[in-house]
């Protein structure tokens, strides 16, 4: 079946520094690439869509230049959080698919802790 | 703004007890998902109902989609502590993108 992989897992660093989280399709192409937050007891929130070699679009309230996407190939995806804050640790998961008729696969999330 | 309710919010019942999950909105769906998620994974898809009224069975689970596709039910049948985790139903919009409901934490007692 279609394998979504994020990495890191679970990442904790400073306030004030950027991180990378990477969303790979281990066996598909993924056309579009989803970012989601989801808070503690909450539900999973969509930050951004990301089409492979476009700019990606962001919802509302969610602050581009501070989670810079990049989705230059057809299976990777990153998306940076710049500056991190305490404020920006959350569970952030990335979903990927091959086109609009088939589902999102989901990756397995990584948790954000900032100190 | 699309939004979707779940209730209960959390349910705790004894192993081989049946029940039932609600998901309803005052949007139409063009789909409805439901997912589990287990903690510190990505939600993994169940299955999803396309046409109002639709009934999917996936073993002791019973998935409906309502008529008017604004709402869905998930029922679970003599229930296993294998079932205990988080249940999001979520909905597909006309612009392709997924909203998910908070979800329904279940916890099955042996």
């Known amino acids: 079946g279609a394998v979504v992989s994020q990495h890191p897992s679970w990442v904790i660093c400073k306030s004030g520094t950027s991180v990378k989280i990477e969303c790979r399709s281990l066996d598909f192409q993924a056309t579009t690439m989803f970012w989601y937050r989801q808070f503690p007891k909450q539900s999973l929130m969509l930050m951004a869509t990301?089409?492979?070699?476009?700019?990606?679009?962001?919802e509302q309230g969610v602050e581009k230049d501070k989670f810079l996407i990049n989705h230059a190939s057809l299976t990777l995806s990153t998306l940076t959080v710049t500056s991190a804050h305490p404020e920006d640790s959350s569970f952030y998961i990335c979903s990927a698919r091959d086109s609009p008729s088939q589902p999102q696969h989901f990756g397995d999330g990584t948790r954000l802790s900032i100190l | 703004t699309q939004l979707l309710e779940q209730s209960p919010q959390f349910l705790s019942i004894q192993e081989g007890e049946n029940l039932t999950v609600y998901c309803n909105s005052s949007s139409v769906f063009s789909s409805l998902q439901w997912y589990r998620q287990e903690p510190g994974e990505g939600p993994v898809l169940l299955v999803t109902v396309v046409t109002g009224g639709e009934v999917k069975k996936l073993k002791r689970l019973t998935f409906q989609f309502g008529d008017a596709r604004k709402d869905s039910s998930l029922h679970i049948t003599a229930a296993q502590p294998g079932d205990t985790g988080l249940y999001l139903c979520?909905?597909?919009?006309?612009?392709?993108?997924?909203?998910f409901g908070k979800g329904t934490r279940l916890h099955i007692l042996p």
């Open positions: 979520a909905g597909v919009g006309r612009d392709d993108k997924i909203i």
């Open positions: 990301s089409n492979e070699g476009s700019k990606a679009t962001y």
